[in-house]
């Protein structure tokens, strides 16, 4: 037990002490009335009381000195230059996510995304395929190709495949050269296009989904686009063109998105553009009564880093856009418009499209400069726990358990090293 949680259960009790004599003494002066209680019984509960405020207050100061330590501490801490304090911090989360790897390589029972995410991170921070704790979630990954080529056990194909492909990258792109081939050719024929009967027309066309018959999304997308990037996927790829066919699709600009949602010209991304378009962050008012789809934080960076990835030019209309959204929008203390809902997948999107940009200063809607590794390596600091991992409350998307926050808080840590 802490000194702070002994200290609480001092004065706690020192207070139910006093009430409960106080209220003796009440009773006491009725009693004088009625039973004519002697004076020695009240010189007693005085002293008493006497005794136990004396108590009260050594605690209090005794508190009071606890939480000086403490504030001087953190001062020192704090005025420790930052790539010193985010290196620190890097090396406690990889010790917990090695902590918590299981004995087969996995983490989350076996899951196969997570695992995979847990490895990406591992990779991110500085381990390689010769660490253990690197090649035994690779093993465990590579048990789960499946004939078709892609990495998975159910559902959630195209992340699952995504990430594992980008650890294999990562970890020994020769030594895992065949692997590699077939998840990213599995990724490549599961876009939708042509190939299944979906036209350019198609709201559908060059976005991944879940799977055969599922609706196309941004956040898959981003993924299957990050993994061909890090594949090293030629840019004249006719992918990186239908690639950026889907993701204009969920951008909140009439000028390149005819979709019903559109219609206050935000230049942010959205969910999906399937069914006439989801979004997490709900619906905005539109001109006519019609109702819109509100853009929000992780979306629309993931679009603008598919964008970036895709090949697009810097003054493109439609990436100038993005930016423009993510400046009026500036902030680490929330996912903007989900609050904190996804915040440290925003985080780790962030953190990889800045990069992508490639400028170290950002300047907002306000014209105030921002250092945005700075920013972000504070904002992710200071959520870190005492054991070395993060979680988030707002537990959505996995985020209530603490390797898949950890993990994301570490990607976006190690992209915020210069």
Same mark, same amino acid.
């Given at each position: 037990m802490?000194?702070?949680?002994?200290?609480?259960? $001092?004065?706690? !009790?020192?207070?139910?002490?006093? *009430?409960?004599? *106080?209220?003796?003494?009440? *009773?006491?002066? *009725?009693?004088?009335?009625?039973?004519?209680?002697?004076?020695?019984?009240?010189?007693?509960q005085r002293d008493a009381v006497m005794a136990l405020q004396n108590e009260l207050e050594k605690a209090l100061v005794k508190e009071a000195e606890a939480r000086a330590r403490a504030d001087a501490e953190a001062a020192k801490a704090d005025a420790r230059p930052l790539a010193e304090r985010r290196q620190e911090s890097i090396a406690r989360g990889v010790a917990y996510l090695v902590k918590e790897q299981a004995q087969d390589g996995s983490w989350g029972e076996g899951?196969?995304? $997570?695992?995979?995410?847990?490895?990406?991170?591992?990779?991110?921070?500085? =381990?390689?395929? +010769?660490?253990?704790?690197?090649?035994?979630?690779?093993?465990?990954?590579? =048990?789960?190709?499946?004939?078709?080529?892609? $990495?998975?056990?159910?559902?959630? +194909?195209?992340?699952?495949?995504?990430?594992?492909?980008?650890?294999?990258?990562?970890?020994?792109?020769?030594? @895992?050269?065949? !692997?590699?081939? =077939?998840? +990213?050719? @599995?990724?490549? +024929?599961?876009q939708w296009d042509e190939a299944e009967s979906i036209d350019k027309g198609n709201p559908w066309y060059g976005g991944h989904g879940?799977? =055969?018959?599922?609706r196309p999304d941004l956040s898959n997308t981003q993924y299957f686009v990050e993994a061909m990037h890090e594949a090293g996927v030629p840019k004249d790829h006719p992918l990186w063109k239908k690639v950026v066919v889907f993701v204009s699709r969920t951008q909140d600009r009439t000028e390149s998105n005819d979709q019903v949602f559109v219609g206050t010209e935000s230049g942010g991304m959205i969910y999906s553009p399937n069914a006439g378009g989801e979004s997490k962050a709900g619906t905005v008012d539109l001109p006519g009564g019609r109702k819109g789809l509100k853009a929000y934080g992780s979306m629309t960076y993931a679009g603008f880093k598919s964008f970036m990835y895709a090949g697009l030019a810097r003054d493109d209309p439609r990436v100038q856009a993005a930016i423009d959204w993510i400046r009026r929008h500036w902030t680490f203390e929330e996912n903007p418009d989900l609050g904190q809902q996804g915040l440290f997948y925003y985080y780790e999107t962030a953190a990889k499209a800045l990069k992508a940009w490639g400028e170290d200063t950002i300047v907002d809607a306000r014209r105030r400069k921002h250092d945005w590794r700075a920013e972000l390596s504070e904002a992710i600091l200071h959520r870190q726990k005492s054991g070395?991992?993060?979680v988030n409350e707002a537990d959505r998307w996995f985020e209530g358990f603490p390797p898949v926050p950890t993990s994301y808080a570490l990607i976006a840590l190690a992209h915020c090293r210069t």
């Open positions: 802490s000194s702070g949680a002994k200290i609480a259960i $001092i004065i706690a !009790a020192a207070v139910v002490a006093i *009430v409960v004599i *106080v209220g003796g003494l009440m *009773v006491a002066g *009725v009693g004088l009335v009625w039973f004519r209680a002697t004076a020695h019984e009240e010189i007693a899951n196969v995304g $997570i695992t995979a995410l847990c490895a990406d991170a591992l990779l991110w921070c500085g =381990k390689t395929a +010769k660490d253990e704790p690197v090649r035994r979630a690779i093993r465990h990954l590579l =048990k789960y190709q499946q004939q078709d080529g892609g $990495i998975y056990d159910v559902g959630l +194909k195209t992340y699952t495949t995504s990430i594992a492909l980008m650890v294999l990258v990562k970890a020994d792109a020769n030594a @895992y050269a065949d !692997a590699i081939e =077939k998840a +990213k050719a @599995y990724l490549i +024929k599961h879940y799977g =055969k018959h599922e070395g991992f993060w």
